[in-house]
Nanobody
């Protein structure tokens, strides 16, 4: 079992920055990838960024160049969000993958989410 707790959300003006944190506990040795997803009202949940065990990162096109995902140890993962836009408003979820299906990382543990609101 893996537990994930997000923090760092809030209200920010367009052009501002926020840093989200995700603290993992439990069977963290089983984690092979960590990702941030987001879900805006009336929209499907979408992948924002992921970091795979060796350090490889992937980003959604909409956030490339503005967001950075990082890990400082096995427990803590961050999402630095710069140049925020109103369309970045969503609930942001931290999620962990403990297994793969073929080449895909399956995200099977989720945090409770943290609200990010960007005002225009």
């Amino acid at each position: 079992q893996v537990q994930l707790v997000e923090s760092g959300g809030g209200l920010v003006q367009a052009g501002g920055s926020l840093r989200l944190s995700c603290a993992a506990s439990g069977s963290i040795v089983s984690i092979n990838a960590i990702a941030w997803y987001r879900q805006a009202p009336g929209k499907q949940r979408e992948l924002v960024a992921e970091i795979i065990g060796g350090g490889t990162t992937n980003y959604a096109d909409s956030v490339k160049g503005r967001f950075t995902i990082s890990r400082d140890n096995a427990k803590n993962t961050y999402l630095q969000m710069n140049s925020l836009k109103p369309e970045d408003t969503a609930v942001y979820y931290c999620t962990a993958s403990t297994y793969r299906l073929g080449r895909s990382y399956e995200y099977d543990y989720w945090g409770q989410g943290t609200q990010v609101t960007v005002s225009s």
